[in-house]
C-alpha cells in the first residue's frame, strides 16, 4: 500500500499556482491598464487591420455611465484621402445580459456626416449565381439614434450633387442572418433637400412601424417640395427613360398616412394630401406646355383597393398642344390590351383653365378655349365613366381654326363662341344617350373655302355600308334642356358659282321639344347679285330629339317673311358638277317629313320670266299637314295659287326707252310643284297695249332662244360677245290668255301716223305646241293717213299672230278688207290688204277694183334706219281718164282703158329708181290740156288772119288725138327721168318724149382747200 502525496507538495504545487495566477493578474491588469490607456491607438490599429476599403479613425473613447462613447470618428476611401463619413459622437450602449444572444443594446450618433460617390449608389451589374452565402448571426439593436446628420453625394469630379440633412430613431432594428432587416419602428426627418446646389425639398417627415414582413406608413410629410425632371437623368436614369421626353417641375406639398407594403406590393394606399404650385411640363426644346398655378388634391384608397380623389381644386392650368406634346405624351406604339383599373373621384372642381391647340398629327385644329369643370361621385375605368350624379363643364371665348396644311394666323376661326355650359349624368348618358343640360351663349361657325376644307370633295367616292348603319353618337343624344343663343351660320361654297349663306339662330326647350328659331336667313351669290337672291325673316322648327334623327320627322315647320329671287342666278347655282349636290339635297329631303308646314308672306322674286320682263314680285301663302319635305313631295300636298301682278311694262331689247307691251293687270295661275320646276299653269293678261314693230320681233326672238336654253341674243354695238355663262332653263306656260287687248302699229317704237288708235283683241290659248297662234278681229272703221292722203273707208280685217316660242317663223299678219281707199281724189272699191311684220321689215300685198278695171301689187318696207322700200304696182282694164284727171287736170287727159304696171324703190326720203310701162286694152282719145291757153288766146274760127286760123287748127290738132294702141314707158332716177309715149290712130301716129329735170337750187360743190388738197 502507498503512502499519499506529501503535502508539503502539495502545498508546493498550490503555492506556485497562486504565484503564477498573482502574475498573470499582475500582468494582466498591467496590460489591461496599458491597453486602456492606449486604447485610442489600438482600435485605429485594429480598424486599419479590419477595415478593408474603408479605413476608419477615432479621436477618443470612453466608457460613461454604462456606455461607450467615442469622439470624433472620421472615414475615408482606401483609394482617396477624402473623408466620407465622419462623426462628433457615437455612444453604444449594450445589454450585457443579452448580448449573448446577439442583442447589441443601442446606438446613438451625434453630429454625423456622409460624403460619398453618387456613384455607390448606382444599381449594379447582375452577378451570377454561385453558392449560397452562409448563414451569419442575426443581430439586434434596441435603439438606432441618428442625430441630425448631412449626407452629400458627389459626381465623379467630387462636387456635390444632392445633400440632405437626416434625423432617424429606429427601434428594434435586426440584421444580419439569411432573412431581411427589420425594426418595429422607425422615424425619419429630413431636411433641406438640395440638387446641384438647388433646393429639393424643405423638410419630409416619416413615421412607419413593421409588423411581420408588413410595412405600415403611419404618417408622412413633404413640405416644400421642388422636382426638376432634368435631375432624373442623373439621379436614375433608367426611370428617366420609362417617363415622357419632358422637361419642367413642380412645387410639392404631401401629406399621407395610413400605407401599406408587403414584399407582394402596396397593401394600403392610406390618404394622401398633395399640392402642387407652379406646375410647368414641356416637350425638350420645343414648344409646347402643361402649367398649372396650383392643384389641390385628396387621395385614398377604401378598404376594397379603389383609390378615391376625396377632394380636389386646380387653378388656371394651361395646356398649350403641339405636335412635339402630342409626341411626348401620346407616344406611337404597338397596341396592347388595356389592363383592368378603376378610381372614384368624390369631388374634383378645375377652374380658369385654358388650352390652346397647334395643328397636330391628331388634331388639325388651332386655337383656344378656356374651361372649368366640377366632378362629383365619378368612376373612372378602362370602360368609361360611371356616376349618377351631375356633372359640369364650362368653356369660354372659344376659338377653333382649321391649321393642317395652313399655318397662317390670319386664317378666320370656323368656330367662335363665347360660352358653353355642359350638364349629364354619365350613367343616363350611357344607358339613355341623355344629356341634362346644354346652354351656349354667342356660337358662331363659319365654313369657306378661305377657312377650311370643307367642300373640296362635293362628291364622295361610292363606299359599301351596311344595311343598317347605327346612327352617328350625337344623333341618339336627348337633351333636358337644350339652349342655344345668338347663334350664327357664316357658309361659303363654290358650286356652279360661288354661294354665301349667313344664318342666325336660337335654341330653346320647351315641354321637353327643342324650338329653332332662325332669324336673318340670307343667300348671296356674289358674282351675279349683289342683293341676296334669298332671305328669310324667320323660320321655327320644333322637334323631339332624338326621335328627329330617328323618325326624320319634324312636328312642326313655319316660315313667316322673307324674299326668294328665282332668277338666273339662283336656278344656274346646281348646274354642271354642282347637280351632285342639289341631288345629295334632294335625296335627304325625301326621306324626312314634317306634321305641319305654315308658309307666310314670302315673298317671290320672278327675275327672268321672259327676257326684259321687269322682276315680277309676289306672297306664297300656304299650309299642309303630314308632308314630305322634299320638293315633290311638299308641292303634292299645297293648293294651287293665284297671284295678281299690276302695271308691268316690257321695254325693246336694244331700245330701253322704247315699248314692247305694257300690261295693266296680269292673273297668274300656278302650283308649288310648277313654281320649283319653271312652270306656271295660265297666265291671263288683262288690257294690255302690244306695239308692234321690230321691238317687238327682237323681244320674240330673244323668248325663242330662251325657250331654247340659249343665251339671250346681243347687240353688236356694245361690244364684242361675252363668253357664254350657265344659262337658267326657261319658264314654261301651259295656257296665256288676253282679254281687252289692244293692238298699236309703231314701227321704231313710234305709232303709225293714222292708226294711233289701236286695234282692240282678245284671245287664249295653249302653248304646249310651243307657238303662240293667236287669231282676232278688227272691228270695221275708217282710218287715215293725213301726211300721205291716204284715206282707209270702211276697212275691217284680221291679225294673226305667229309668235314662236321654239323655231318657226317669227311674224305677225294682219289681213284687212276696205269698201273704198282714197288716195287724194282716186278711189279703189272693194279692196284687200295683207300685211305682214316680221323683225326685219313690214310686207304687204293689195289689190281692188278701180274704174272698171282692176289694180294689186305688193310692197316691202324694211325696217332699216332709212326706212327702205321697194314695191310694184300694176292695173288691168283700167279707165284712165278719171286718173289722169284727177293727177294731171292741168295738163293732159287720157281716156280708155289700158294695162300696165310701176316698180319702184326707195326710202323714206327720195326715190332711188322707178320703171313703168302701160298699153292701150280699147280705143281712145288722148288730150293735152295744157294747150287750151294757147288756143284761147287765139282769135275765134273764122275770124282773124289766116295764120292766126292755121295756128288755132294745128294747136287744136296737136291737143287731140284720137288712138287705136298705146305704148308708154318712163324711168325715173330720183327726181329726174326720161320716157315716151307713142300713140297710134285712124289719123296717124304721135310720138312724145317726155324728160324730167330737177331744178331746184343746188349749192356747188366746195373747193378743197390748199391743206386739203395736200392730204
Not at 332668277?567 to 317629313?593: D, I, M
Amino acid at each position: 500500500m502507498k503512502t499519499a502525496v506529501p503535502t508539503s507538495k502539495l502545498r508546493r504545487w498550490w503555492r506556485w499556482m497562486w504565484r503564477l495566477g498573482l502574475i498573470g493578474v499582475i500582468l494582466a491588469t498591467a496590460l489591461g491598464w496599458w491597453a486602456w490607456r492606449e486604447r485610442v491607438l489600438l482600435v485605429n490599429a485594429a480598424l486599419r487591420r479590419f477595415g478593408g476599403d474603408v479605413q476608419v479613425k477615432i479621436a477618443t473613447l470612453e466608457w460613461k455611465d454604462g456606455a461607450l462613447h467615442v469622439g470624433k470618428v472620421t472615414s475615408s476611401h482606401a483609394s482617396g484621402a477624402q473623408n466620407i463619413a465622419s462623426a462628433d459622437h457615437l455612444e453604444w450602449r449594450p445589454q450585457w445580459s443579452h448580448l449573448s444572444s446577439g442583442n447589441l443594446g443601442g446606438f446613438k450618433v451625434n453630429g454625423a456626416t456622409v460624403d460619398v460617390p453618387l456613384s455607390w449608389f448606382e444599381p449594379s451589374a447582375p452577378q451570377p449565381a454561385g453558392a449560397p452565402a452562409a448563414a451569419s448571426r442575426r443581430w439586434h439593436l434596441d435603439l438606432v439614434d441618428l442625430a441630425p446628420t448631412k449626407f452629400v453625394l458627389r459626381d465623379a469630379a467630387w462636387q456635390p450633387v444632392f445633400s440632405v440633412m437626416v434625423t432617424q430613431k429606429v427601434e428594434a432594428l435586426e440584421i444580419g442572418g439569411i432573412q431581411s432587416p427589420s425594426f418595429q419602428t422607425i422615424v425619419t426627418d429630413l431636411q433641406h433637400a438640395e440638387w446641384h446646389g438647388k433646393p429639393v425639398f424643405d423638410s419630409v417627415h416619416l413615421e412607419s412601424v413593421m409588423l411581420g414582413d408588413k410595412l405600415e406608413i403611419k404618417q408622412v410629410s413633404l413640405s416644400g417640395g421642388r422636382i426638376d425632371l432634368a435631375w432624373l437623368k442623373e439621379f436614375s436614369p433608367a426611370l428617366s427613360a420609362k417617363l415622357p421626353p419632358l422637361s419642367g417641375g413642380v412645387e410639392l406639398e404631401w401629406k399621407g398616412k395610413n400605407m401599406g407594403l408587403s414584399s407582394a406590393g402596396l397593401t394600403a394606399g392610406g390618404t394622401h394630401e398633395v399640392r402642387l404650385k407652379k406646375l410647368h411640363l414641356q416637350p425638350l426644346n420645343a414648344a409646347g406646355r402643361v402649367d398649372a398655378d396650383v392643384a389641390d388634391v385628396k387621395v385614398s384608397q377604401d378598404l376594397n383597393g379603389l383609390w378615391h380623389v376625396e377632394r380636389g381644386l386646380m387653378l388656371k392650368p394651361v395646356i398649350e398642344w403641339t405636335r412635339e406634346l402630342e409626341a411626348a405624351l401620346l407616344p406611337k406604339s404597338e397596341s396592347k390590351q388595356a389592363s383592368a383599373w378603376k378610381m372614384k373621384i368624390d369631388a374634383f372642381e378645375l377652374k380658369d383653365g385654358t388650352v390652346k391647340l397647334s395643328p397636330t398629327e391628331l388634331c388639325p385644329v388651332a386655337g383656344e378655349v378656356a374651361w372649368s369643370t366640377r366632378l362629383e361621385a365619378l368612376e373612372l375605368s378602362q370602360d368609361g365613366l360611371q356616376s349618377a350624379v351631375k356633372q359640369t363643364l364650362s368653356l369660354a371665348n372659344l376659338s377653333l381654326r382649321w391649321a393642317r396644311g395652313n399655318t397662317s394666323p390670319e386664317t378666320r376661326p370656323f368656330v367662335q363662341m363665347k360660352s358653353a355650359a355642359l350638364e349629364l349624368v354619365p350613367d343616363k348618358l350611357r344607358e339613355l344617350r341623355q344629356v341634362e343640360s346644354l346652354a351656349m351663349a354667342e356660337p358662331q361657325f363659319e365654313f369657306t373655302p378661305e377657312n377650311g376644307p370643307w367642300f373640296d370633295k362635293i362628291q364622295a367616292e361610292p363606299v359599301a355600308k351596311p344595311l343598317e348603319p347605327s346612327a352617328p353618337w350625337w344623333k341618339q343624344l336627348q337633351f333636358a334642356t337644350l339652349t342655344l343663343k345668338d347663334g350664327s351660320v357664316e357658309l361659303a361654297m363654290m358650286l356652279a358659282e360661288r354661294m354665301e349663306t349667313s344664318i342666325h339662330f336660337d335654341v330653346m326647350t320647351e315641354q321637353a321639344k327643342q324650338r329653332l328659331r332662325i332669324t336673318n336667313t340670307q343667300v348671296r351669290i356674289p358674282k351675279r347679285a349683289n342683293l341676296p337672291v334669298l332671305s328669310i325673316e324667320n323660320v321655327e322648327a320644333v322637334a323631339s330629339l332624338p326621335e328627329m334623327w330617328r323618325k326624320q320627322r319634324l312636328e312642326s315647320l313655319k316660315l313667316d317673311g322673307g324674299q326668294v329671287e328665282v332668277g338666273e342666278a339662283l336656278t344656274t347655282l346646281f348646274s354642271g358638277k354642282a347637280e351632285v349636290v342639289e341631288q345629295k339635297v334632294e335625296a335627304a329631303s325625301a326621306r324626312w317629313t314634317a306634321g305641319r308646314i305654315d308658309v307666310e308672306k314670302l315673298g317671290v322674286t320672278l327675275m327672268s320670266i321672259a327676257p326684259g320682263l321687269p322682276p315680277v314680285r309676289f306672297d306664297v301663302n300656304f299650309a299642309a299637314n303630314e308632308t314630305p319635305l322634299d320638293l315633290d313631295g311638299l308641292a303634292e300636298n299645297v293648293e294651287p295659287q293665284r297671284i295678281m301682278l299690276t302695271r308691268l311694262r316690257i321695254p325693246s331689247p336694244y331700245e330701253p326707252l322704247r315699248t314692247v307691251a305694257e300690261m295693266d293687270v296680269i292673273h297668274v295661275n300656278y302650283t308649288l310643284d310648277g313654281l320649283l320646276h319653271r312652270h306656271i299653269e295660265r297666265v291671263e293678261i288683262v288690257s294690255p297695249l302690244l306695239y308692234v314693230g321690230e321691238d317687238l320681233f327682237w323681244y320674240v326672238e330673244n323668248i325663242r332662244k330662251s325657250m331654247k336654253g340659249e343665251a339671250p341674243k346681243q347687240d353688236p354695238t356694245f361690244g364684242p360677245p361675252k363668253p357664254p355663262e350657265p344659262v337658267a332653263p326657261a319658264w314654261h306656260v301651259n295656257i296665256l290668255a288676253v282679254t281687252d287687248g289692244r293692238l298699236l302699229l309703231a314701227p321704231k317704237g313710234v305709232p303709225l301716223k293714222g292708226f294711233s288708235k289701236p286695234f282692240p283683241f282678245s284671245f287664249t290659248s295653249k302653248l304646249e305646241s310651243g307657238q303662240l297662234d293667236a287669231v282676232f278681229e278688227i272691228p270695221t272703221d275708217t282710218y287715215t293717213l293725213e301726211d300721205k292722203k291716204l284715206e282707209f273707208r270702211g276697212m275691217k280685217g284680221q291679225v294673226l299672230f305667229n309668235l314662236p316660242l321654239k323655231d318657226r317663223s317669227n311674224n305677225l299678219t294682219e289681213t284687212f278688207t276696205v269698201e273704198q281707199l282714197r288716195w287724194k281724189d282716186l278711189h279703189l272699191e272693194n279692196g284687200h290688204l295683207s300685211v305682214t311684220y316680221d323683225v326685219h321689215g313690214i310686207y304687204g300685198t293689195f289689190g281692188g277694183e278701180a274704174y272698171k278695171g282692176y289694180v294689186n301689187g305688193a310692197f316691202d318696207i324694211y325696217l332699216d334706219e332709212a326706212y327702205t322700200w321697194d314695191g310694184w304696182v300694176s292695173g288691168a282694164d283700167v279707165n284712165l281718164g278719171p286718173v289722169t284727171k284727177a293727177l294731171f287736170p292741168n295738163y293732159f287727159l287720157l281716156d280708155g282703158a289700158t294695162s300696165g304696171k310701176v316698180v319702184a324703190t326707195g326710202n323714206i326720203t327720195e326715190l332711188y329708181q322707178a320703171d313703168a310701162e302701160f298699153n292701150s286694152r280699147s280705143r281712145g282719145k288722148f288730150s293735152i290740156q295744157a294747150l287750151n291757153d294757147l288756143i284761147d288766146d287765139l282769135p275765134p274760127v273764122m275770124k282773124g288772119d289766116i295764120a292766126d286760123q292755121i295756128t288755132r287748127i294745128g294747136l287744136e290738132t296737136l291737143r287731140d288725138f284720137e288712138y287705136e294702141d298705146i305704148d308708154g314707158k318712163v324711168r325715173f332716177y330720183g327726181r329726174e327721168g326720161r320716157g315716151h309715149l307713142r300713140f297710134t290712130g285712124p289719123s296717124g301716129a304721135r310720138k312724145i318724149d317726155v324728160n324730167v329735170y330737177d331744178h331746184r337750187w343746188k349749192e356747188d360743190p366746195r373747193k378743197p382747200e390748199t391743206a386739203d388738197a395736200v392730204e
